[in-house]
């Protein structure tokens, strides 16, 4: 089974709180999401293998530690999982990138799929997958997935908030994947959208409604 990790780390929860309420406008949104996505990132990579280097300080020679391993992809899913980007990136500046697109049918609620461009390397790399939202969970389900269908065999999933619908949903089709939210909220209303949540993530980052 999956794990499931709540970052309630109390940055993430103040800053969480302000990108919940209504009158906090996409400029301030975008920035807290990328804020917010760095420090989740801290925890999503605290587990990362280390090794040993031999380096010269001006003082004089040590053996040192730098991260060993698999090469990370970050990877959205589009669009709203485009606004964790950058956070990661601020951690982990050498990380590739991909993009999955995938949008909610309004009456379905079933995800559709109109884009995939990864790495041509994806496979050999540790993915994280990132999407603000996980509802339903049909869009991170078939994130995870497409990228399983390439030979990603390392993958995790990073959501701000979530509900406990979605979280059951990946753990049911993903048990390998952990996954790392900042809240897990109480229920999905009748248009699938999580309660209380934070609205449209698209929307309010990009100014869309
Ligand atoms: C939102 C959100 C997730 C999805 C979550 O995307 O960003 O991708 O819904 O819902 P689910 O868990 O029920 O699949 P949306 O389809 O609104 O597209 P957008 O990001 O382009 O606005
Ligand atoms: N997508 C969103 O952006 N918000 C929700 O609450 C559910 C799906």
Partial sequence: MSQLHIINHPMVQHK???MRMKETGSKDFRELLKEIALLM???ITRDL???DVEI????CPMKAMKVSG??????P?????????DGLLTLVPVAKVGHIGLYRDETTHQPVEYYCKLPEDIDSRLVIVTDPMLATGGSSCDALTMLKKRGCT???LMCLVASPEGVKAVQKAHPDVDIYIAALDDHLNENAYIVPGLGDAGDR?????
């Fill in 56 to 59: 010269q300080t001006p003082i």
């Fill in 70 to 75: 698999r090469k990370l992809a970050v990877v």
């Fill in 77 to 85: 899913i589009l669009r709203a999982g485009l606004g964790m980007v």
């Fill in 41 to 43: 990132g801290y925890e």
């Fill in 154 to 156: 390392n993958i995790r």
């Fill in 205 to 209: 980052i990009f100014g869309t409604k």
């Fill in 49 to 51: 293998p280390l090794e």
């Fill in 16 to 18: 969480l709180t302000i």
